[in-house]
């Protein structure tokens, strides 16, 4: 069979996939969710004529011919404003945050009065009408829709939200995803591997990738290579959206998670990517569920996570799902590339000129991951990709996980 392009695996992935359900959630605990339903102001901000400094309200149209004394009728502080009016030749001491006393139209600071003379004031310097009043509503309007669905939200939009008097948000859930290791090689971190064992990563790598990118996570642990017991595994994971397996997914003899995936009902639609890392990547559905067979190498899996998980958590969180390339220049000489589509990991710097430049690590090792962790960025080297020289540009893929 023909290696699949990555774009056309990455449509079949997508294809019919709708945001899940919102459910409402507090406004604390709503850091990085995506929104459902636009958030809406439910009162004015500021919800009255408010002084923006300390010093004394007053009647603009009074300092023309400053200086000129005005009687101080009493104090408008944030939180207790003054009950009353006041009038031509009339202030009120005021504070920032207070609301603005009907009749006054200006605040004039404090550093431009003097108080020597209680009740009186002089004012030193005019002020225009409206100088130092924060307008009714000027920040926003009931009724307006302050934050659209669609947006992840930050903690500026959840002050935003709690200034509107929003406790609670409507959010997409959490995409649910179940990852499974296989290997009779592996054992968790903090075991005592034997002398032929290694420690399991992917599942920890895999786990904190789909966190940052919006998913709720089920440890379904490591299961040995064996048929049996890969099938179990499988099946108790039917409740998960997504479910991720690692390793087990080339043609050894040892290699028996398609079979399973087959046997527990799961209709694959393909299982080999042109693309390096990663070629022995497979995919399939059951019921709703997507299950991605990610290849044992822990960069093979992390880079196929990036590139095939992440669009399929945007489209279920409602959000879009192209990938942001972009570009730079090559710091070192890069070899023509072959039918398969490159993700070769780099550093990315500046040169002396502010430009952004793209150095691959020399060795591309699936299995590396120190310098996997050290990269800022891969870059992406389409099919047949000419032989390419330094300076020259390159689309690269920030990593951001
Ligand atoms: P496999 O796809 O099972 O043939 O595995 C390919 C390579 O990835 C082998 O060297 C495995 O030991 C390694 N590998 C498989 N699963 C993991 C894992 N969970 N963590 C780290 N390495 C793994
Ligand atoms: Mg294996």
Redesign the pocket.
Known sequence: MALLPVEEARARILRDVKPLAAESIELDKALGRVLAQPVKAKRNQPPFDSSAMDGYAVVAADLAAAPVQLKVLGVSAAGRRYAGSMRSGEAVRIFTGAPVPKGADAVVIQENTLAQDPPYISVLQGVAAGQNVRRIGLDFARGESLIQPGTCLTARDIGLAAAANAAHVRVRRKPVVAIL???D??VLPGQSPRADQ??????HALAAMARRFGAEIINMG?VPDQLKATQRAIVKAAHADILLT?????V?D??YVQEALVNSGVRMDFWKIAMRPGK?FMYGRRKGQHVLGL????VS?LVCARLFLKPLLDAMLGLPTGDDLVEARLGTAMKQNDSRQDYVRATVSEDPDGRRVATPFNRQDS?MQRTFAQSHALIVRPPHAEAAQPGELVKILRLDF
Not at 198 to 203: F, G, K, L, M, T
């Open positions: 290791s296989t290997g090689e592996l290694i420690v399991s990563s992917n599942s490591i690692t390793g087990g997914a080339s050894g040892h290699d022995p290849p044992g190498n822990p899996a299995s």
